[in-house]
């Protein structure tokens, strides 16, 4: 007798998809809390659905969770528009291990939820940064697009092609090993533990930039600052005034090998970069709280 395999429910069907829902929500929204709300929205509709006459799942799951996604952007858009201070997207956070993801693994992924990109993929209005995503991140075809966003295949493909073309302009791709990237993150956390402003200067392109998002709710540089010796003076000046118990603790940060600190209040910051040509060529630090809630390691 041949056993017959149980169908699945709604419930698990949906969260079989979950993460790939939340990976889209993610990198349109550039924030895991708004993220979870659109996925959130998704579950309440999909179950108010007959899901019996859904062929593929996925892809209404994912359609579904885009176009919130979407919605939600033009609004936050208008409130970034008046943020205080630059804007970061909030970091996805994880534990530095040797053991899996491999530093290839987390390289590939960096490539794809970096905050470097997704710092560029603000520069993009909402429709054209799902276009850009789903396209080229998520394999959807100009069909497919068309139908979610209602336009035509044709001014779908030159929308890709538009937003392709704004990010390769202003996001160069990784050309540094993942060994590479960490021996930097190693040189930098020395030459922070040791306060050296040479060695410092050693880990930095001459023309780097350094982004500070406190929000309006913690003390951060309210504009960029350029340039490796106001980056590297910069970041000695936060060591001269630190707080009680401040330390910097390795972590993942979108991907890649980054930094949170701490003091005695808990998580102060956390400090992602990009590297091109064996430097670091942008600094990100994370201060607004309300986008360092899911940070703390040690709990």
């Known amino acids: 007798m041949t056993a017959t395999t149980k169908p699945a429910t709604?419930?698990?069907?949906?969260?079989?998809?979950?993460?790939?829902?939340?990976?889209?929500?993610?990198?349109?929204?550039?924030?895991?809390?708004?993220?979870?709300?659109?996925?959130?929205?998704?579950?309440?509709r999909w179950?108010?659905?007959?899901?019996?006459?859904?062929?593929?799942?996925?892809?209404?799951?994912?359609?579904?969770?885009?176009?919130?996604?979407?919605?939600?952007l033009r609004t936050a858009r208008a409130r970034r528009e008046t943020y205080v201070g630059p804007w970061l997207p909030e970091p996805i956070v994880t534990a530095a291990r040797e053991s899996e993801p491999t530093p290839e693994d987390r390289l590939a992924l960096a490539d794809d939820i970096s905050i470097a990109l997704l710092h560029v993929l603000e520069r993009l209005a909402p429709e054209e940064r799902?276009?850009?995503?789903?396209?080229?991140?998520?394999?959807?075809?100009?069909?497919?697009?068309a139908a979610l966003l209602g336009k035509s295949e044709a001014a779908c493909r030159q929308t890709v092609s538009r937003a392709r073309r704004r990010v390769q302009e202003t996001h160069p791709r990784?050309?540094?090993?993942?060994?590479?990237h960490a021996r930097l993150a190693?040189?930098?956390?020395?030459?922070?533990?040791?306060?050296?402003?040479?060695?410092?200067?050693?880990?930095?392109t001459e023309d780097v930039v350094l982004l500070s998002d406190g929000g309006g709710k913690a003390l951060a540089a309210l504009n960029p600052i350029?340039?490796?010796?106001?980056?590297?003076?910069?970041?000695?000046?936060?060591l001269r005034k630190r707080p009680d118990?401040?330390?910097?603790?390795?972590?993942?940060?979108?991907?890649?090998?980054?930094?949170?600190?701490?003091?005695?209040?808990?998580?102060?910051?956390?400090?992602?970069?990009?590297?091109?040509?064996?430097?670091?060529?942008?600094?990100?630090?994370?201060?607004?709280?309300?986008?360092?809630?899911?940070?703390?390691?040690?709990?």
Not at 187 to 203: E, G
Request: aromatic share 12%; glycine share 8%.
């Open 10 to 44: 709604p419930d698990e069907t949906f969260e079989r998809h979950r993460g790939r829902a939340f990976a889209v929500a993610y990198r349109i929204l550039g924030s895991a809390s708004d993220a979870e709300d659109a996925v959130q929205e998704a579950w309440l």
């Open 47 to 72: 179950r108010g659905t007959d899901t019996a006459g859904i062929r593929n799942p996925e892809a209404w799951l994912v359609t579904a969770v885009a176009r919130l996604a979407i919605d939600q």
């Open 130 to 145: 799902a276009a850009f995503l789903l396209h080229d991140a998520f394999d959807y075809d100009y069909g497919e697009l």
């Open 174 to 180: 990784f050309d540094t090993s993942a060994r590479e």
């Open 186 to 204: 190693a040189a930098f956390s020395a030459a922070i533990s040791s306060a050296d402003p040479k060695a410092l200067l050693d880990c930095f």
């Open 226 to 238: 350029y340039g490796a010796d106001h980056v590297m003076r910069f970041l000695l000046g936060i």
């Open 245 to 299: 118990g401040f330390r910097l603790e390795p972590a993942i940060v979108n991907g890649l090998p980054g930094f949170i600190a701490y003091d005695d209040t808990g998580v102060h910051s956390t400090l992602g970069f990009a590297v091109i040509d064996g430097k670091i060529s942008a600094l990100y630090m994370m201060r607004n709280p309300d986008k360092l809630q899911r940070v703390d390691l040690r709990r």
